[in-house]
Nanobody, 121 residues
């Protein structure tokens, strides 16, 4: 089994910043990528950003480009999401996701429990 533990969510005013962290642990052989998705009330879950462990490449949703930065420390199986210039429309539950090669030689997507980010004055 693999567990993802997220931290760093909270309440912040518009224009403020937050940093999310997600650490993976358990039966991990290697991690292909880790990323963040979010789901706002009444909306579908959407991709925010992905960090690939091989070359450190990253992918961002258009709505967060230039404001959010994803980074990773694969030696610690951890990914971070630095969120700047936050807007009320960034309010959502943010979920960590990891594409894991397990010690049983299976490739599985794992998800965290989610952390609430609320942007409001």
């Amino acid at each position: 089994q693999v567990q993802l533990v997220e931290s760093g969510g909270g309440l912040v005013q518009p224009g403020g910043s937050l940093r999310l962290s997600c650490a993976a642990s358990g039966s991990i052989l290697s991690i292909n990528s880790m990323g963040w998705n979010r789901q706002a009330p009444g909306k579908e879950r959407e991709l925010v950003a992905i960090y690939t462990s091989g070359g450190g490449a990253s992918v961002y949703a258009d709505s967060v480009k230039g404001r959010f930065t994803i980074s990773g420390d694969m030696a610690k199986n951890t990914v971070y999401l630095q969120m700047n210039s936050l807007k009320p429309e960034d309010t959502a539950v943010y979920y960590c996701q990891a594409d894991v090669e397990t010690t049983r030689r299976t490739r599985i997507d794992y998800w965290g429990q989610g952390t609430q980010v609320t942007v409001s004055s």
